[in-house]
């Protein structure tokens, strides 16, 4: 079983920046697969950010392209998501998310394991 907690959210004007930060427990980190994920309200959840388990590979949605970096330390069973450039349309809860493997996964059906997610407010 894994334990996943965010921290990190809060509100900010656009332009501003914010680092979430996300802690497992349960197992090492350095064995799964992890992903940030995103829920507005009304919509869907939706792909943000996935790393391999080495840090070498990553992915990004379009929209957080360019303005985001995920990283993680598996040595400290921590993962980042560093978010600059922030707009109104980023307001969301931000969920980590991670599961066996070692590879980038974009799906939340990938994912067995969630954190409880923070809330991140841009304000125009």
């Known amino acids: 079983q894994v334990q996943l907690v965010e921290s990190g959210g809060g509100s900010v004007q656009a332009g501003g920046s914010l680092r979430l930060t996300c802690a497992a427990s349960?197992?090492?980190?350095?064995?799964?697969?992890v992903g940030w994920f995103r829920q507005a309200a009304g919509k869907e959840r939706e792909f943000v950010a996935t790393?391999?388990?080495?840090?070498?590979?990553?992915s990004y949605a379009e929209s957080v392209k360019g303005r985001s970096t995920i990283s993680r330390d598996n040595a400290k069973n921590t993962m980042y998501l560093q978010m600059n450039s922030l707009k109104p349309e980023d307001t969301a809860v931000y969920y980590c998310?991670?599961?066996?493997?070692?590879?980038?996964?974009?799906?939340?059906?990938?994912?067995?394991?969630w954190g409880q997610g923070t809330q991140v407010t841009v304000s125009s």
């Open positions: 998310a991670a599961d066996l493997g070692v590879g980038v996964r974009d799906k939340p059906f990938q994912y067995a394991y």
């Open positions: 790393i391999d388990w080495r840090g070498y590979i990553s």
């Open positions: 349960g197992r090492t980190l350095g064995g799964l697969a």
